[in-house]
Each structure stands twice: as structure tokens, then as C-alpha cells.
């Protein structure tokens, strides 16, 4: 199954409930209409395809060709490169393309990364049922030797005192938990859950970390309030923002401005 096949199924992911924890109407607005692809997003996409599965790297994704397109060679060119374009392929500029390959290769130099990056199945897609709700998950790494599911992420700082802030800012402890838990419904025997972070700028450092019971049982916790509020507006089709019941609220001053003050 394709990146694209398994994002267009129907099950329920940690990504959607990313959404949900922040409203369930934001949830279902992304349902609707899908966000666009930002640079940022298209990068962490390239380095992914280049590091966990390089030789398909072409059939999803595909560099611009360097041509200046106000020109008559240039445009004939592009139209060239654009016929042979297929569907499954995503233009990637030169710039992001040399960025994402100098990524790539940091990745692949880190001893630990490189070492914990062998011996196993990349992007491989997972379905299970909880409470007859379909969910699904897409480890970038598994590797069942060492019972353990290894995701690459791409962050402005891998350092550990930032990279916890990212971690806990993008719900990672809830992503570690959904799909350590998710395998494991399924008969698959994971135990740890290991992040490799790599900066996006110059010169790239590398940072692996591995989750800890407190953040998988936190992670458990908080995925399991966002499932319960997901089925709840299953069930009754009411789909809220931030409230479920409308009230009136008290608006008063940060805690910090009233310590000033008074």
C-alpha cells in the first residue's frame, strides 16, 4: 500500500486525532477539505522517501528540471519534463531536493541512526478495530528483531532540551503509545518506540531518542480521551468546536500580567 492509499482510508489515525484533541470541528473540516502541502511538509516528506525507502524515491517524487522557462528552450523543455510526469509523482525544486539529500546523508552517517535504520520493513500500513471503529497506523520503521518501531523526524532543533517541547507540542507521546498499542492489537510484539530527530539546517545534527513508560502512559491516556470524544460525535453527529455546550466564560488577564500588577 502507497503513502497516498493508505492516507485516503477511512480509519481513524493519530493524525486525526491530533485534530480532534483540538476540536472536533477542525477534525471534520480537514475531512472536507484537506490541507495544502506546505515547504516544510514537502521536505519532511522527501527526506522520509530518501532515508526508509530510496529505491522507489523516483516513483513518487521527481526534481525540476533546471530551465529558464521564459525562454523558448526553456518552456519546450518543461513541456518535455511535463509529459512525463505521471500522477504518483510530486515536483520537487532543486533547492529542497539538495537540502533534503543533505539530510538524508547526516541521517545515514550517525552511527546509532544508520544502525537502528537496518534489518527491518519501512512504511508499512496497520488496521485494527477498537469499540468497532476501524484505526490504522504507518510506523516509518519497524524492526520486529528488536520489537521496536523507529520514526524519523525532521525538526528545526534536535537538541534535548527543544526536541522534548516538539515532542510533547506534537503529541509524539501520543503517537508512540497509538501505534505501539495499535501493533500490538494486531498480534505484533513491540516493546520500545524510538525517535530519530535531524534538524533541517546546516550542519543537520542527529539525535535519537527513545520513549519512556511515562510518556507512552501518558500517551495512552491522552489518545484515549481524544478516541472517547471521537466516538461520542460518531454517535450523535455533532460535531462541536471548542465546547459542546455553549456558555458564557470569564475573560480575565494572564497570570503573569495580574503578578505584575496586583
Given at each position: ?163 522534548l517541547k516538539s515532542a510533547y507540542n506534537y503529541r509524539y507521546h501520543v503517537q508512540a503509545a497509538w501505534y505501539l498499542d495499535g501493533l500490538r492489537n ?16 546546516a550542519p543537520y545534527p542527529v539525535v535519537v531518542y527513545t520513549a519512556d513508560s511515562l510518556m507512552l502512559q501518558l500517551g495512552r491516556l491522552t489518545y ?39
Amino acid at each position: 500500500m502507497t503513502n497516498a492509499e493508505y492516507h485516503a482510508t477511512p480509519a481513524i489515525s493519530k493524525s486525526d486525532l491530533d485534530l480532534i484533541a483540538r476540536s472536533p470541528l477542525h477534525y471534520k473540516l480537514a475531512k472536507q477539505e484537506p490541507r495544502e502541502q506546505t515547504p516544510a511538509m514537502l521536505l519532511g516528506s522527501v527526506v522520509h522517501k530518501l532515508v526508509l525507502e530510496p529505491d522507489s524515491f523516483s516513483d513518487e517524487y521527481v526534481k525540476a528540471p533546471e530551465c529558464d522557462k521564459r525562454t523558448k528552450a526553456g518552456k519546450e523543455a518543461w513541456a518535455e519534463f511535463m509529459e512525463e510526469l505521471t500522477e504518483q509523482q510530486t515536483i520537487v525544486d532543486a533547492t529542497t531536493m539538495a537540502l533534503a539529500r543533505e539530510i538524508t546523508e547526516s541521517v545515514r552517517k550517525h552511527p546509532v541512526a544508520a544502525k537502528l535504520l537496518q534489518g527491518g520493513d519501512a512504511e508499512t500500513s496497520h488496521f485494527w478495530t477498537t469499540d468497532g471503529i476501524e484505526c490504522k497506523c504507518r510506523p516509518d520503521y519497524l524492526r520486529m528483531d528488536i520489537k521496536t518501531v523507529v520514526d524519523l523526524k525532521t525538526t528545526q532543533n534536535s537538541s534535548p532540551e527543544e526536541f522534548l517541547k516538539s515532542a510533547y507540542n506534537y503529541r509524539y507521546h501520543v503517537q508512540a503509545a497509538w501505534y505501539l498499542d495499535g501493533l500490538r492489537n494486531k498480534g505484533i510484539e513491540v516493546e520500545n518506540f524510538i525517535f530519530i530527530a535531524v534538524e533541517t539546517k546546516a550542519p543537520y545534527p542527529v539525535v535519537v531518542y527513545t520513549a519512556d513508560s511515562l510518556m507512552l502512559q501518558l500517551g495512552r491516556l491522552t489518545y484515549n480521551e481524544d478516541f472517547a470524544v471521537y466516538k461520542k460525535c460518531l454517535e450523535t453527529d455533532n460535531w462541536y468546536a471548542y465546547e459542546e455546550k455553549p456558555e458564557v466564560h470569564s475573560l480575565s488577564i494572564p497570570d503573569w500580567v495580574a503578578r505584575k500588577y496586583f
